[in-house]
């Protein structure tokens, strides 16, 4: 079996140019080869088809945890843009993040964490034995997801992600405009879906 990249329908995005969106889209097939360029040598080896030696083999397999991540975080961030935006107040996450969050909204929240020195993501997370939300800061996709939980809202604050449009130094004005274009009813049926699997 093999992973085929997704296509995304994109509308037009507020502050991410084309050739910026085009830039990150082959960023993400990359991931895709390469996930299927693991998994190929793995096979091979397995059918005596290929001969790896362990510290070769332990490398791929390793390796194959940042790709693989790497395929799947970008897929959960290009399909929040698809679609009409819109969100309902009165959703289970909107609750959710009434209760958590209180006064304070979600975006800001959200906005504070990706404010963080550094590159990685901000991942927002549904706990769906307690119908919570967790926003969490992961440096390297690979290491530091929180186990089993479904990931609701993917930002992506690799260079990558903005360089095109605002340099390597303007990480706030590409926020901005990652949240200016985020269609939540996404967001929202990620988290509706994650607690009534609980």
Same mark, same amino acid.
């Given at each position: ?38 998994? %190929? ?5 397995? *059918? =005596?088809?290929?001969?790896? /030696? &362990? ?7 390793? $390796? ?10 970008? %897929? ?5 843009? *698809? =679609?009409?935006?819109?969100? /309902? &107040? ?7 993040? $009434? ?18 020195? =550094? ?80």
């Amino acid at each position: 079996m093999t992973y085929t990249p997704k296509t995304f329908t994109l509308p037009s995005l507020e502050g991410l140019s084309e050739k910026q969106i085009q830039a990150h889209l082959a960023l993400y097939e990359g991931y895709v080869k390469h996930v299927n360029l693991i998994l %190929e040598k793995l096979q091979a080896a397995r *059918e =005596g088809k290929l001969e790896l /030696d &362990p510290y070769t083999t332990a490398e791929l397999r390793r $390796r194959f945890a940042f790709e693989f991540n790497g395929m799947r975080m970008h %897929e959960y961030y290009f399909e929040q843009f *698809e =679609g009409d935006k819109s969100d /309902d &107040p009165e959703s289970a996450l909107a609750k959710a993040v $009434r209760e958590k969050y209180g006064g304070e909204t979600f975006i800001s929240h959200l906005k504070e964490v990706a404010g963080a020195r =550094g590159i990685g993501w901000v991942v927002a997370y549904a706990d769906p034995a307690n119908k919570m939300i967790h926003v969490v800061f992961v440096a390297d996709h690979e290491v530091g997801q929180l186990a089993g939980l479904p990931v609701i809202l993917a930002l992506d604050l690799w260079e990558h992600a903005y360089m095109v449009d605002y340099g390597s130094s303007d990480k706030k004005s590409y926020v901005d405009a990652f949240f200016e274009n985020v269609n939540w009813s996404v967001v929202e049926k990620r988290f509706a879906n994650a607690i009534s699997a609980a």
